[in-house]
């Protein structure tokens, strides 16, 4: 690839800031452009092996909870009807969430399991943040099939991929999977062919108006890009998953000259509860990072608002085509 140059740079804080205006009218839409039918085309009983290797027959899907939240965004775009489900989990964006016909468990800190209950599901969809909860699931609905959707073995690509085929395996979209998945395909192939080696990267959390290190290894938000599209990091210092970032000075951060940012905001999901400074502002606000090549040539990438509470295959196809953009901005 043709070497990084200055002249002509678009300005990719602005192509972040549209992007992000633009994902919170398409991230709703559904992945497959037509309108959903309403519920499942599959035939039950059905028996499927789930993402933690248990075969599971379900029997009717008459009663649906589902709570990993990577997930809603397709059961919202399939038309799938759910009786319950964490709705504080997701996204603004997501048109079932303030469906008040769906009953809300709650987060993951305090889930209602009466609510479980009172939905006497047919069948429940558990994972991510819920995970470890299936015990009480199952006390709360004995009748219910339990369909894990964790399995730590998995690269998040893989676990994108597989996730989205069991679910068309159990609602009868496997068209539909089969469209998605190929979208995510689609986008890493093309992000990979935009991106330039010699342009180095760091990823960034911004936290209560703190920023932070994002790992190339195993930081939140950034990582599974850095692995899937083989870039080049800035610094490759120890991180974590730790949701908020890693504490590493802002003066190291600085330091590292990273040529582009990648930026999860997590306050973004919740920035109708916290005063806190979008990170865009954060970031180009900062004395100390004032002069890295980065913040000077606008080469800053932000997440969609809602990255941190989706994490699902359509976001992440999104941000694999908004990156393919700002990689071209930079040639």
């Not at 894990?148 to 068309?168: A, R």
């Not at 040539?297 to 994490?311: C, K, Q, R, S």
């Not at 908004?322 to 901005?329: D, H, Q, R």
Request: charged fraction near 25%; glycine fraction near 6%; include cysteine.
């Amino acid at each position: 690839m043709a070497s990084m140059k200055r002249r002509g740079l678009v300005t990719l804080a602005g192509i972040a800031v549209a992007a992000l205006a633009l994902t919170g009218c398409s991230n709703g839409n559904s992945a497959t452009e037509e309108a959903p039918e309403k519920g499942s085309t599959a035939e039950f009983p059905v028996t499927v092996t789930d993402m933690a290797g248990n075969e599971v027959t379900i029997e009717s899907a008459d009663s649906v909870i589902v709570t990993d939240n990577r997930l809603f965004q397709l059961v919202s775009d399939w038309g799938i009807e759910l009786s319950a489900a964490p709705r504080a989990l997701m996204s603004p964006n997501n048109p079932m969430v303030k469906d008040e016909a769906i009953l809300d468990l709650g987060t993951h800190r305090e889930p209602d399991f009466e609510k479980v209950v009172a939905a006497d599901p047919d069948l429940i969809i558990n994972g991510y943040r819920y995970g470890g909860y299936e015990e009480d699931l199952q006390k709360a609905a004995p009748e219910a099939a339990i369909v894990v959707m964790d399995n730590e073995e998995l690269s998040t690509d893989e676990y994108l991929v597989q996730s989205t085929e069991l679910l068309g395996e159990i609602f009868g979209k496997q068209d539909e999977a089969k469209a998605v998945v190929d979208n995510l395909h689609k986008a890493v192939k093309e992000a990979k062919d935009a991106y330039d080696p010699k342009v180095s990267v760091m990823g960034l959390v911004t936290s209560g108006n703190e920023i932070r290190y994002s790992s190339p290894v195993d930081g939140r938000g950034a990582s599974v890009f850095f692995s899937l599209l083989e870039l080049t990091p800035a610094l490759d210092a120890e991180g974590s998953a730790n949701h908020q970032g890693d504490d590493i000075s802002i003066e190291a951060i600085a330091e590292a000259n990273a040529d582009f940012f990648l930026v999860l905001d997590r306050d973004a999901a919740f920035a109708d509860t916290q005063e806190v400074t979008p990170a865009l502002e954060l970031i180009k606000g900062s004395a100390s990072l004032a002069t890295v090549p980065a913040v000077v040539n606008d080469a800053i990438y932000v997440m969609p608002g809602d990255f941190y509470l989706t994490e699902d295959i359509v976001t992440y196809t999104t941000v694999l085509n908004e990156l393919t953009a700002s990689f071209k901005s930079l040639k």
